[in-house]
């Protein structure tokens, strides 16, 4: 029973920003369609069936309203482009598991019951679309990571399970970032949050421009695998000369 756990500490993240002051949660709802193959001669006068196409169902979440969360703060954009993007479901840390699934916004409910007894709320309803996975082991993570940059600085040195970085260089009007793994998993790297696409780790990211001086980005590589629960590397990259 070590791994058993309530839902404290649990996490919905689209991409790699976390969506904040969350008091409800629900997983996907696997359902799979049933097909009547019944005949005349089916054995014992009892129906017969075959599996059909499964519904990957919705992930639901509820919680306060707040204007100063990043992650709300992306929703009400997210709706009206009708983005398809990554979500993840990471339940508490003791229990190494999460849902990883693709997702469309299909109900939004920003403080829509404004009530003088009750904090303000707000409402998400995802529609998983295609397969979601289950990932019951936390990802082994990243064994190194070189970013390119005259005279680069990545701060602290890095090491698997340090998880937030400064990177700073000069005169350099691009960089790429490359991690590494032990293990062959794959990486979806996010520059201020908008998805850049999803690569083998040890594969080189697309380019990331810095045009000027003081140019900043927040770059961040969501590091996963089938059946792992992912893990998030943050660098803060700034060009300083």
Known sequence: MANISS?????????????????????????????????LSSPAGFKQFIAGLADPGKITAEGFFNTADSG???????????????????????TGASWTATCFIEELDLATNVDMTKALDFKLSLQVSGQPNIGTTVTSGLSGLTLTGTSGTLSPVFANGVYAYAYTFITSTSITATP???TQQQYTMYVDGVNQG?????SISPTIAYASLGTTHKIDLVVSGIGLTPLTYSVIGVRTA
Request: proline share 3%; net charge positive; hydrophobic share 40%.
């Open 72 to 94: 709300q703060n992306l929703l009400y954009n997210k709706f009206v482009s009708g983005a398809v993007d990554t979500y993840t479901l990471t339940f508490p840390s003791i």
């Open 198 to 202: 999803t690569f083998n780790t040890g």
């Open 7 to 39: 839902g404290i500490g649990a996490l919905l993240t689209v991409g790699a920003t976390n969506i904040g002051t969350i008091t409800k949660l629900t997983s996907p709802q696997l359902k799979r369609t049933a097909i009547d193959v019944t005949t």
């Open 180 to 182: 590494t793994a032990g």
